[in-house]
């Protein structure tokens, strides 16, 4: 279909009446070409951003350095002190009259040359000194005028050690210990490893080189050793256990069932007795078949079973019989334990015999000598001997260790993993719970309310539940699911585990609900924006089509109102993840024994409390032993916390993105 | 003109004294018309007879509108409008904006339930069947009736999706019954071609002409009894109009359509019947020609030769 049209030229334009002269300004004025306004809007940005920036940059640069290694300074001072560390820092103070009057003659003039030059101040520096097994301290203070002169020595190494913190030191020589001796076991388990005796070690390498390369060649084999060991002390008796509790509270479950009946000690006696004699008649019968001496008492005659009671309800004999069964089973499984612990104690001791064999020896910067079992140290460095690529690789091995280790030292060192898993999944959690509770209120209050006093006075309401400190949401998150909900769950579910609560106290679950009510508000208020921005046509077309209510809401609202919800998600998991004070009544702690997600069922563990990064991060900074060494560890903290709350968002930001252009596209 | 048409005017028993907003055309007309005793009439607010030419009695009519009065709270948007609309053949509704046309048509399938404060009265039946009363399911009502508005509404989803959403909503699962109704109401809507490789697309991504055809066809999918157009080519360009007007033509026959418009010329081109509305009342109903050619009351003949409104 083709259409000419004859477009009529436009009329000519008349000429505009000259409007009346108001005081008419420059065109060169400010208020024409700068507008102050202009000014004025942008100068309030720019500190904003400049704010911003700046707090990003400190963090960046001081958690970004904290990691490197720097040169070790060997400083002789003229009293008579050498020390060798670190510099941490450096300032400028005015020395106090007592220092310079204690100082001899000539050198109490080169000070006062010093102070006249910097104004009356001189610089002092921190030097990370550590050894403070031996020296009682981290840190000293050097002023320039105390040094008598200053070095990088070649051989000053840096360890990084299981315990006590840092060590500087030069290696003298390296002992190995004599072979690990195996003694049998008088009481028939496996038999027993012995370390070397103290005069079991000679010197196997002398001098600063030879030493250093030995401990090269040999520290990852003990490492291993010593990681084997760990995993053996932790996760294979702590599974051991976990076998005996549970044995333990079914015996105590049963219990529950008879609780008041007063023939029940009399009974559990009884079968205790059963049980003990039974043990001693195998362990006799073991050892005469292997020929071993066999001195133990018997144990005394089982005492007979009480009777069924006069008229018992029924089924308390099944239960009394219920009872002995899970009281042998106990003991059975005790039995099995005691054996497979004695095996797990066999190979720890063989473990660490072996690894006591392997020992550096050092001289620290005040004469002393220091000897250093080699399954101490995490990590050992000359740094003065090292390139920057290797140190570069330092840099990045200490991160690693930070990524994805656990903490030691009083969460002054070592790795934040368990932190950064305890804040992911209780942000993740929270997110699941908030989301579709958000989403249904909102969905309630835009599609079903009737708009009303009433309505607008619950928008309010809302609207006031953010601005609530969030403080006062960690003392409701205890006060009602701790102490309420999770006492109610403990004597419904757990009453066999007694006074010792599950739920009952912090825990995962119940912060991740009390952020999730914290930050409930957000995803109500987005969503409900979200749902006003759908068009009514898009509604009207769908009830046309006959859809009912519900139909139009999940299959053309919700999915057009996607995205504004998933911004609501993402404000509120920004505001979930960086939320501590709650935290710290709800469950956050300094140190969780167990990761709150594992192998075993049911996976996520709700009721075990957890790390978190805010909380780390107040807890190194703040209620550190060691606070100075602590201090960048705040900043590194920081930086990663940041970052993971970024990650988070641009994960949301992504799918968000994917769904505006699912369904958004070019709408009107 | 917004989906719901401005309903101040209707209630204004005297036009010339209190003019509602946007509607000079209607008003100055109405000031060249004011003599004529219909408009008089109106305007003192009383109710009309329809004049109904006879050519249109005994037809089958697939609606049946009888003394239908619509309240919006308390103005009165309809008038005792009684028609009939014939089946298989295009019936279009013309009038000044605020008339009542829309509002008639949505009652048809009861879309003003929608809005809180309308109030309806009179009878109005689909096929024999009540649209209105206790006992009437909306839903159900509202699956045999299709419909496409002013501008066009794709659904947030791919274009297959749009096509099937009403088989969607009934449960219906099996893939080839929801491909089979998608190719038949896309070819009905003629965008078959179009549209036949880029199904999973989404309809958003189509031209306004196209994503209007898509309506269209949305709304045949279902086999509906009746297909209302609310003004379905006042958002688009000639081109896209010309075409959906051909599909009009196409349709007609099938399906019996009421459709709304503002276009005298596109009512005189598409439509077998017109009805002509003013200020809630139905003025004039009869065959297109004769509407538009031989008006029987001289209000109607002003309107359409465009002496007003």
């Given at each position: 279909m083709t259409t000419t049209l004859a477009i009529p030229p436009l009329p000519p334009a008349a000429a505009p009446a000259r409007p009346a002269v108001r005081a008419r300004r420059r065109a060169t004025s400010l208020f024409s070409a700068g507008e102050p306004q202009v000014w004025v809007t942008g100068g309030a940005l720019v500190m904003c951003l400049l704010m911003i920036v700046g707090l990003l940059l400190l963090v960046v640069v001081q958690g970004g350095k904290t990691f490197w290694p720097g040169d070790l300074v060997e400083v002789r001072t003229h009293d008579g002190r050498t020390l060798v560390g670190e510099i941490a820092s450096e300032e400028r103070y005015v020395p106090d009259e007592q220092a310079l009057t204690a100082l001899a003659d000539d050198q109490r003039a080169r000070a006062q040359a010093l102070l006249a030059v910097g104004d009356g101040k001189v610089r002092r520096r921190l030097l990370r000194t550590g050894n403070f097994e031996l020296t009682g301290t981290h840190f000293t203070w050097v002023a320039d005028f105390e040094i008598l002169s200053e070095s990088l020595p070649e051989w000053a190494v840096l360890l990084e050690r299981q315990s006590w913190g840092r060590f500087y030191g030069v290696p003298t020589a390296f002992l190995e210990g004599e072979a690990v001796r195996e003694v049998p076991d008088p009481t028939g388990g496996p038999a027993r490893a012995l370390p070397p005796r103290p005069e079991g070690f000679t010197r196997?390498?002398?001098?600063?080189?030879?030493?250093?390369?030995?401990?090269?060649?040999?520290?990852?084999?003990?490492?291993?050793?010593?990681?084997?060991?760990?995993?053996?002390?932790?996760?294979?008796?702590?599974?051991?256990?976990?076998?005996?509790?549970?044995?333990?509270?079914?015996?105590?479950?049963?219990?529950?069932?008879?609780?008041?009946?007063?023939?029940?000690?009399?009974?559990?006696?009884a079968v205790s007795a059963e049980i003990a004699r039974a043990g001693w008649a195998a362990a006799q019968a073991a050892a005469a078949r292997e020929g071993r001496r066999f001195e133990e008492p018997e144990p005394a005659a089982a005492p007979a079973r009480p009777g069924a009671r006069q008229g018992a309800p029924a089924g308390e004999a099944d239960t009394f019989e219920r009872l002995?069964?899970?009281?042998?089973?106990?003991?059975?499984?005790?039995?099995?334990?005691?054996?497979?612990?004695?095996?797990?104690?066999?190979?720890?001791?063989?473990?660490?015999?072996?690894?006591?064999?392997?020992?550096?020896?050092?001289?620290?910067?005040?004469?002393?000598?220091k000897r250093v079992p080699l399954d101490e140290i995490v990590r050992a460095m000359a740094p003065n001997r090292l390139s920057t690529p290797e140190r570069l690789g330092?840099?990045?091995?200490?991160?690693?260790?930070?990524?994805?280790?656990?903490?030691?030292?009083?969460?002054?060192?070592?790795?934040?993993?368990?932190?950064?898993?305890?804040?992911?999944?209780?942000?993740?959690?929270?997110?699941?719970?908030?989301?579709?509770?958000?989403?249904?209120?909102?969905?309630?209050?835009?599609?079903?309310?009737?708009?009303?006093?009433?309505?607008?006075?619950?928008?309010?309401?809302?609207?006031?539940?953010?601005?609530?400190?969030?403080?006062?949401?960690?003392?409701?998150?205890?006060?009602?699911?701790?102490?309420?909900?999770?006492?109610g769950i403990d004597d419904l579910f757990f009453a066999e585990r007694g006074d010792n609560p599950t739920y009952g106290k912090g825990g995962l679950l119940w912060a991740s609900l009390t952020l999730a009510l914290l930050t409930?508000?957000?995803?109500?208020?987005?969503?409900?924006?979200?749902?006003?921005?759908?068009?009514?046509?898009?509604?009207?077309?769908?009830?046309?089509?006959?859809?009912?209510?519900?139909?139009?809401?999940?299959?053309?609202?919700?999915?057009?109102?996607?995205?504004?919800?998933?911004?609501?998600?993402?404000?509120?998991?920004?505001?979930?993840a960086g939320e501590v004070a709650p935290l710290m009544l709800v469950g956050a702690v300094k140190l969780a024994p167990a990761l709150p997600v594992d192998g075993t069922f049911p996976f996520v563990h709700g009721e075990r409390s957890f790390m978190h990064l805010g909380f780390h991060i107040y807890d190194v900074g703040f209620q550190s032993q060691n606070s100075e060494a602590a201090k960048p560890m705040v900043f590194t903290t920081t930086l990663l916390l940041i970052g993971l709350i970024v990650l988070l968002n641009v994960v949301a930001i992504w799918v968000r993105s994917r769904l505006r252009r699912k369904f958004n596209a070019v709408q009107a | 003109m917004s989906v719901f048409p401005p309903q101040k005017g209707v209630a204004v028993t005297t036009p010339d004294a209190d003019a509602p907003p946007g509607q000079p055309a209607a008003l100055s007309g109405a000031s060249a018309a004011s003599k004529s005793a219909i408009f008089a009439a109106i305007s003192r607010g009383e109710t009309l007879p329809t004049e109904t030419h006879a050519s249109l009695a005994g037809m089958d009519a697939v609606v049946e509108i009888e003394g239908f009065n619509l309240w919006y709270g308390a103005a009165q948007a309809l008038h005792s409008v009684s028609m009939a609309v014939p089946r298989g053949m295009v019936t279009s509704l013309i009038g000044p904006s605020g008339c009542g046309k829309s509002t008639l048509l949505r009652c048809v399938n009861r879309m003003n339930d929608l809005i809180d404060s309308v109030r309806v009265d009179g009878s109005m039946r689909l096929n024999g069947d009540p649209i209105y009363g206790k006992a009437v399911d909306v839903i159900e009502l509202r699956k045999r009736v299709g419909m496409v508005f002013q501008k066009p509404n794709p659904f947030p989803m791919s274009i297959f999706e749009n096509v099937v959403y009403s088989l969607r909503i009934d449960g219906e699962r099996d893939r080839s019954v929801l491909e089979e109704a998608c190719e038949k109401s896309l070819k009905g809507a003629g965008l078959w071609n179009e549209a036949k490789e880029r199904l999973d697309e989404s309809a958003l991504s189509l031209s306004g002409g196209q994503q209007q055809r898509l309506c269209i066809a949305r709304a045949i999918a279902g086999d509906p009894e009746v297909l209302l157009l609310d003004e379905p080519c006042s958002a688009l360009d000639p081109i896209a109009t010309g075409r959906i007007e051909d599909l009009i033509q196409e349709l007609k026959g099938a399906y019996t359509i009421l459709i709304v418009t503002h276009n005298m010329q596109q009512a005189a081109r598409t439509s077998d019947t017109t009805a002509f509305m003013y200020l809630g009342r139905l003025i004039e109903y009869g065959p297109t020609e004769d509407i538009f050619l031989h008006p029987h009351l001289k209000e109607t003949e002003d309107y359409v030769t465009g002496r007003f409104g």
């Open positions: 196997v390498a002398e001098g600063p080189a030879k030493a250093w390369e030995l401990f090269e060649a040999r520290h990852d084999a003990v490492r291993e050793r010593w990681e084997a060991r760990r995993e053996l002390e932790s996760d294979a008796t702590g599974e051991v256990n976990a076998r005996i509790e549970k044995q333990r509270f079914n015996v105590r479950r049963v219990e529950l069932d008879l609780e008041g009946v007063p023939t029940l000690k009399a009974f559990k006696a002995a069964a899970a009281m042998r089973t106990e003991a059975d499984e005790a039995a099995k334990a005691e054996v497979e612990f004695r095996e797990i104690r066999g190979r720890i001791e063989r473990l660490n015999a072996e690894n006591a064999r392997h020992v550096l020896l050092f001289s620290t910067s005040d004469g002393q000598e330092v840099y990045a091995s200490r991160w690693g260790e930070f990524l994805g280790d656990e903490p030691r030292e009083a969460n002054s060192e070592g790795g934040v993993l368990p932190a950064i898993f305890g804040t992911v999944v209780m942000t993740l959690i929270m997110s699941l719970m908030v989301v579709p509770f958000g989403v249904l209120a909102a969905l309630y209050l835009r599609e079903y309310a009737k708009p009303g006093p009433l309505v607008s006075l619950v928008r309010i309401a809302i609207n006031n539940l953010a601005g609530v400190p969030s403080i006062v949401f960690g003392v409701f998150g205890l006060g009602f699911f701790c102490y309420i909900v999770g006492a409930l508000p957000v995803v109500i208020v987005a969503t409900e924006e979200a749902l006003a921005a759908v068009p009514r046509s898009m509604r009207e077309g769908s009830y046309a089509c006959g859809a009912s209510k519900w139909q139009t809401i999940r299959r053309i609202v919700l999915p057009r109102a996607m995205p504004g919800i998933m911004t609501g998600m993402i404000l509120a998991i920004a505001r979930g | -």
